[in-house]
């Protein structure tokens, strides 16, 4: 006789998150301090190209909220998701189905490459898509 479980039928998960957007008229970009550089890479679980950027060149910037006319003075405009994909492999689906903690699951997979939802924020404010802030707000912070 066959049994089958979920872990057997389960392809791969999809989470997703809408931060909003920045407003393109009044986007205003800094250069962080190194307090927040050194959060920024805590909360995305290590170094990160463009982090090591913002320590070495004075010239990069993150972006941040200001406000104008054009969005209500709010310094946001539209939403962008944010988003993380667990595809389920044999290893772990027999993760799964040996009763592994959703915790181990979550520590396996990010070691195996997964990018979570706060990296995936993380990236999209680094790009200048939207600011830290939007981030924690609908990530929290890790």
Not at 2 to 25: E, H, I, M, W
């Amino acid at each position: 006789m066959l049994c089958f479980t979920f872990g057997d039928a389960l392809a791969g998960v999809r989470a997703q998150r809408l931060a909003r957007g920045l407003c393109p008229k009044c986007v205003e970009h800094y250069h962080p301090e190194r307090r927040e550089v050194d959060e920024l890479e805590k909360m995305y679980g290590g170094p990160h190209p463009k982090t090591q950027a913002l320590r070495d060149d004075p010239g990069a910037m993150l972006p941040r909220a200001k406000g104008c006319a054009a969005c209500g003075q709010t310094g946001y405009k539209g939403r962008i998701g944010l988003h993380e994909f667990l595809v389920v492999d044999d290893a772990l689906r027999g993760a799964i189905q040996h009763k592994a903690s959703v915790n181990e699951l979550r520590v396996r997979e990010v070691a195996g490459g997964m990018t979570t939802l706060l990296q995936d924020g993380i990236e999209k404010a680094l790009d200048g898509l939207t600011d830290l802030r939007q981030v924690t707000a609908v990530c929290g912070k890790g």
